[in-house]
């Protein structure tokens, strides 16, 4: 229990800034303070002590602001941020290092019995005041945008906004997981492009679809390339001139619209 409980605490240090020490933690924060008394009222839950747990739960929404049913089932170092107004129903099932912010819901849209709220994969990040209604899945390391409404699946490592939701990021490839990285920043800075500010967990899909562009045209480099090679073979008077170079004062006038 107590590792457990030490593991809830350093995911706070890792996804709060204002966590000063460990002390602030354990007497400011709702979010913590909710996920410690739901794990006792779900250990009453389990072993169908169910009127102690329902209670237990009544008070820390009470002291808290934030409503678990004892029926959930969460993960380790689970945080919620804020806290406040976040709902999570009976049937919700919540894996590991997932975050939520204030005003989230986890609800279901069925009165019947059963299965009927979300399962949230690892890693999974909610914005403040989304809604993901329903018994599907949310994919490992998905994140839902603030306000979000989602009512259907989410893939692992999308990214969902908007009422009602719609995925505007699939499956991003980290960076460094491509092998012809360097070939594509040559490329980019050629075309005096760069992607100020981007980081794979702050998807820009402007910036990807470029990127995505800058890929396509390097494997057709690769691939006229190769067809040239195999013409010379064939014909030893074939001339394969090399292709003219992207100077500054070519691309000067969309580095200075940019500025």
Not at 103 to 115: A, P
Not at 209 to 233: A, P, W
Request: overall charge neutral; some cysteine; proline content about 5%.
């Amino acid at each position: 229990m107590f590792e457990g409980l030490k593991g809830d605490i350093k995911s706070v240090f890792s996804r709060d800034p204002a966590a000063r020490n460990t002390f602030e933690v354990l007497t400011n924060y709702p979010g913590l303070h909710a996920l410690i008394l739901h794990r006792l009222a779900h250990k009453l839950w389990q072993k169908n002590f169910r009127w102690l747990g329902r209670t237990l739960s009544t008070f820390s929404r009470w002291l808290t602001g934030i409503e678990i049913h004892p029926g959930a089932q969460i993960g380790r170092r689970f945080f919620i941020d804020h806290g406040m107004g976040v709902v999570i129903g009976e049937t919700a099932i919540i894996g590991d290092d997932v975050t939520l912010y204030q005003g989230v819901t986890l609800g279901g849209t069925s009165w019947n019995k059963g299965k009927r709220h979300p399962t949230l994969k690892d890693g999974v990040v909610v914005g403040a005041g989304a809604k993901i209604l329903g018994p599907f899945e949310v994919g490992e390391n998905a994140k839902i945008g603030s306000n979000a409404v989602v009512t259907k699946e989410v893939p692992a490592e999308a990214t969902v906004i908007g009422i009602p939701g719609r995925i505007i990021l699939k499956s991003v490839r980290p960076l460094d997981a491509n092998p012809d990285e360097s070939k594509r920043k040559k490329m980019e800075e050629n075309f005096g492009f760069d992607a100020y500010g981007l980081s794979d967990d702050m998807p820009d899909p402007v910036a990807r679809s470029i990127r995505s562009m800058l890929d396509h045209m390097h494997l057709v480099d690769e691939r006229l390339n190769g067809m040239c090679q195999v013409l010379k073979k064939i014909d030893n008077t074939y001339r394969n001139e090399d292709v003219p170079s992207i100077n500054d004062d070519d691309i000067g006038c969309f580095k200075e619209d940019a500025k």
